[in-house]
């Protein structure tokens, strides 16, 4: 204690006492403070925005822009909502492999866990979208029939009838819909990728993206039959037309041909 | 039938197939028709087959299209679906939509039936295109049998038509937008066009009246027209009989094949059942116009791909590419847009339609003609054939431009540029490159004439040259590839007559004489072999 009582009038000696006191105080309040599941998450989403900018400066920064703010290749994504990471990386549309009239969907390289993180990440940089829940975009207990209306009312102009997909100007295309998952289709909706116009729940309810996904699901999903015959692509008469010349034509031919060719010659003298 | 059987069988009952066939022969006179038509002869070759396909596609049309009219409702009243289609449950949609999805659904075999009627409609244009294509190209629609082309030209253009007001019929979103685009069409029309709209959908767009309208006109008034063309032709066919290709024994004065009874009728017969069965076929494993995923119209709704069936694309097309052109004067717009490509339509179909009569105008031909022409040997003809074919091309690739752009991954815009360019351009470079094929073929078959067939041996003759031994060609082989005419350019002659004086020709002679100069001067055919030549390279030298 000697030496304690000897340095007590170090000019440091303020601080140190300060430091303790702070620890002390900050560590007791630590300890007892109730602990409760808000402050749980609360760390790990903190956590989370860490890893997501820590992804986002490797994967999405030269663009984007340090923080977000956005760059001459790049929009700002302050704002855009953890729905819209969720939809461009969940399906590998970004980080976009190279600059074009669009961005087409490829192998997605992240994990769900790390998308979430980069998610969380853009979301704290400015309120927008959320990403939906199961219970929103399930199609269960959906009404299909109007959806189909809802469906050919706003989407098939460019997606096509069954969402087949269909080209717009200068390269652009609204891709096809044929195995996107409920839950990019809902995120395509709320925030309206690339293209497309974006239908947030002001002018589209949460019930009538369900309806529209169930409908998806009914004609363009994986169980889907297509009750006459091969759907040829579901592109209507262009490539029926294709088929008409290609195997009906062509087959009624070969066999004129083979007809023609199987005849009572008479024997040459 | 001699009276010596007749006589000394006077007891005995004739067996029972006789009795009716001297029943009907008494009063149909079948002896002396049968006599006249059972040995009539047919040319064998499987182009001459083209026409039975269409012929057999139409009546399985007109056959499974009295199934589906026992069930189709052509009426607009709106009705609510309760069906078995799952995802139109409830919505409301017309009655022809509804007794189409109740067709497809719900009726026995009748998805089968609307199936092998479609793609039977399909077909039949695709077939009757090819087999015009087949009359044009080896010139078989020059004297006697002009009438009978226009009638195969007009029985296109009905059947284009009989497909356009069938497809409409079921009222589905997509035939609906068709429809729409019929009718911009028809509004585009300067001074009576929005006339003409009111009057033809009695009222706005689409009103309750056009599936009605458009049904009599797809099962009665067309239809009816068509088979009476289909007869007609098949008369004239019979009457003018059928053209051969040229081969040793083949004349302009006789028909060398088989004769219809027995054998023509087992093959035509059973061609019939070939045909029927791939159709059917086709029609069991590829779906076509699937109006329930299509959707009942509303003229509020579209969708991308929106295009008519095949034979109408090249409408399609034509609207797509053409510039929005509009011209505003005191209050009237005339949407140059629309109306060009309208007037272009016909256009484009009347084009192929006249050659025959440019090039009888031109060859000032009064001859009638019953063997074929290679192609090859007529290469003007060829070459415009094949101009059309590519400029016809050209507006498929205008029509479908947003398939072609997702599908190779271009831009819209850039296959819209290139159709615009393209329809003036392709058609001529098409005709160039053709004739220049076909000039090259005629030179082949010159060599061929006069030097024989490559053998392939290669022979070393003593002095060290490699030499390739040419196989002379057979008689037959010789006749074939020299028999086809050549027609010399026409000549104007003096410009000035015996007295000096000047001579005054007509404008349209000159032109004449011009396109004359075209098809049949220098720089369009190779004068073929004489047999001058042919003597003089075969008997000297032998082979070199």
Known sequence: MKKLSARRRHPLAAVVVLILALAATGGLYAAFAPADKAQAEETSQSLAIEEGKKLYSVGCASCHGTGGQGTTDGPSLVGVGSAAVDFQ???????????????????????????????????????????????????????IAKGGELFRTNCAQCHNFTGE???????????????????????????????????????????????????????????????????????????????????????????AVWVAARTAKAKKS | MSTTTASSTEKRKAPAGERVADWADGRLGIYSLAKANMRKIFPDHWSFMLGEICLYSFI???????????????????????????????????????????????????????????????????????????????????????????????????????????????????????????????????????????FLFGGEFPGGDFVARFYSVHILLLPGIMLGLVVAHLILVFYHKHTQFAGPGKTNKNVV???????????????????????????????????????????????????????????????????????????????????IPLVIFPLVLVAIAVWPFIESWVTGDKREHHILDRPRNAPTRTAFGVAWLTWYFVLLIGGGNDLWATHFHLSINSITWFVRIAFFVAPVIAFIITKRICLGLQRRDKDKVLHGRESGIIKRL???????????????????????????????????????????????????????????????????????????????????
């Open chain 1, 165 to 255: 997909g269909g080209a717009l100007t200068k390269g652009k295309f609204a891709p096809s819909l044929e195995g996107v998952s409920p839950k990019h289709i809902y995120e395509a909706m709320q925030t309206g990728p690339q293209n497309m116009p974006s239908f947030p729940d002001t002018t589209m309810p949460e019930k009538q993206k369900k309806d529209i996904i169930a409908y998806l699901d009914a004609v363009n999903g994986e169980k889907t039959e297509s009750p006459g015959g091969l759907k040829l692509g579901g592109l209507g008469p262009v490539s029926e037309g294709l088929f008409a010349w290609i195997f009906g034509l062509g087959a009624l031919i070969a066999v």
């Open chain 2, 257 to 339: 094949g088989m004769p219809l009874l027995p054998v023509y009728m087992a093959k035509a017969g059973g061609f019939f059942f070939l045909v029927f069965g791939v159709i059917a076929a086709i029609s069991a494993l590829a779906s076509i116009n699937p109006i329930w995923a299509l959707g009942p119209y509303r003229p509020d709704q579209v969708s991308t791909g929106a295009q008519p069936d095949w034979y109408m694309g090249f409408s399609e097309g034509l609207i797509r590419v053409m510039p929005g052109w509009e011209i505003n004067l005191w209050g009237h717009t005339l949407v140059l847009g629309v109306f």
């Open chain 2, 60 to 198: 399985i049309i007109i056959l499974t299209g009295v199934y589906l009219t026992l069930f189709f409702h052509p009426s607009m009243n709106e009705v609510e679906y309760h069906g078995s289609y799952v995802p139109l449950q409830g919505q409301l949609m017309s009655e022809a939509f509804n007794s189409t999805m109740h067709i497809s659904f719900d009726v026995r075999g009748g998805l089968l039936i609307r199936q092998i009627h479609h793609w039977a409609a399909l077909i039949f244009v695709a077939a009757m295109l090819v087999h015009m294509m087949r009359v044009f190209f080896t010139g078989a629609f020059r004297k006697p049998r002009e009438v009978n082309w226009l009638f195969g030209f007009l029985l296109l253009v009905l059947g284009m038509f009989t497909g356009f007001t069938g497809y409409s019929l079921p009222d589905d979103l997509l035939s609906g937008t068709g429809v729409r685009f019929m009718q911009g069409a028809v509004l585009s029309v300067p001074i009576v066009g929005t006339y003409l709209s009111m």
């Open chain 2, 462 to 544: 003593p002095h060290g040259e490699f030499i390739e031994v040419h196989e002379p060609l057979s008689q037959e082989q010789l006749h074939t590839l020299t028999a086809h005419e050549q027609n010399k350019p026409l000549e104007l002659g003096p410009t000035v007559d015996e007295n000096g004086v000047e001579r005054k020709v007509k404008g349209s002679q000159k032109l004449r004489a011009k396109l004359s100069q075209g098809m049949y001067g220098e720089d369009s055919q190779i004068p073929k072999p004489t047999a001058e030549e042919y003597k003089e390279i075969t008997s000297g030298h032998g082979h070199h």
């Open chain 1, 89 to 143: 990386v969940g399906t590998g549309r970004m980080p976009a492999q190279q600059p074009g009239a669009q961005v087409p969907k490829k192998k997605n390289i992240y994990t769900q866990a790390q998308i979430d993180q980069l998610a969380a990440y853009i979301a704290s940089l400015g309120a927008g979208p959320v990403t939906p829940t199961d219970k929103q975009y399930s199609p269960e207990g959906a009404d």
